[in-house]
């Protein structure tokens, strides 16, 4: 089992960075695919990114290509989205998630989730 809770979240003028941080705790977070996830306000809920148990390929949303970036140590348990080129749009709360079968399009598809961190990006 695994709780993870998010961190990092905050206000940040548009065309600023942003990294946010998903910790883990329970066994076997190296046995588990992460995700990110975001909802605006009255949007629902979007897959961002995600990246592989080993960490080895990571998948993101044509919104956020060539501007986010996710990664995770499994010896210290992490996970990270580094968040670059911040525009309004990005404006959400931020969720992780973690599947045991790999990497799914839905936040509801996976075994864990946290409670979410807010960010918001100011023009």
């Known amino acids: 089992q695994l709780q993870l809770e998010e961190s990092g979240g905050t206000t940040v003028q548009a065309g600023g960075s942003l990294r946010l941080s998903c910790r883990a705790s329970g066994r076997a977070f190296a046995a588990y695919a992460m995700a990110w996830f975001r909802q605006a306000r009255g949007g629902e809920r979007e897959f961002v990114a995600a990246?592989?148990?080993?960490?080895?390929?990571?998948y993101y949303d044509d919104s956020v290509k060539g501007r986010f970036a996710i990664s995770r140590d499994n010896i210290k348990n992490m996970a990270w989205l580094q968040m670059n080129s911040l525009q309004p749009e990005d404006t959400a709360v931020y969720y992780c998630?973690?599947?045991?079968?790999?990497?799914?399009?839905?936040?509801?598809?996976?075994?864990?989730r946290g409670q979410g961190t807010q960010v918001t990006v100011s023009s």
């Open positions: 998630a973690a599947r045991y079968y790999g990497i799914a399009p839905r936040f509801d598809e996976y075994d864990y």
């Open positions: 990246t592989t148990a080993n960490g080895e390929k990571t």
